[in-house]
C-alpha cells in the first residue's frame, strides 16, 4: 500500500476550493435523504422490534420514540442516520441486536467522579 502524503491532498483540496471560487470548477456533491419522524414506525416494524426495543437500540426514551412516531418531534443528528442504517440494512441491525440482547453483561462501567 503506497504511503499517503497528506500535506498534498491537503493543498490540492485547497486548490480545488479556490478553483470553486473563481468559478472555475465544480465540486462533487451528494443528498442523503435521511429518515423523518414519519418513517419511524415503519422502520421498527420492519426491524420487527417492539417500542421498548426499538428505544434501547436508539438509546432514547419510549416517550422520545413514541413522539418521533407520532410525528409529535423530529430525530436529530445522530438518531436520523441510525435510522438509515437501521432502513437500509435492517438485517444488519437485527443481527447487532440479537447479538447485544443475547451477551452476558461482562463489564460495567463507573460512573467518572
Excluded at 500535506?7 to 465544480?26: F, M, P, T, V, Y
Excluded at 418531534?73 to 441486536?97: D, I
Aim: no cysteine; charged share 25%.
Amino acid at each position: 500500500m503506497a504511503k499517503r502524503n497528506i500535506g498534498k491532498e491537503i493543498i490540492q483540496g485547497l486548490e480545488e476550493i479556490k478553483a470553486w471560487k473563481q468559478g472555475k470548477a465544480r465540486l462533487r456533491t451528494y443528498t442523503v435523504d435521511l429518515p423523518r419522524a414519519a418513517d419511524v414506525s415503519a422502520i421498527r416494524k420492519e426491524l420487527g422490534l417492539s417500542q421498548g426495543q426499538f428505544a434501547l437500540f436508539m438509546g432514547v426514551s419510549v416517550a422520545t420514540l413514541r413522539n418521533w412516531e407520532q410525528e409529535r418531534r423530529e430525530p436529530q443528528g445522530p438518531a436520523r442516520s441510525l435510522l438509515l442504517v437501521a432502513a437500509r440494512q435492517p438485517q444488519a441491525v437485527r443481527a447487532a441486536f440479537r447479538s447485544v440482547m443475547s451477551a452476558p453483561r461482562t463489564k460495567t462501567y463507573a460512573k467518572a467522579a
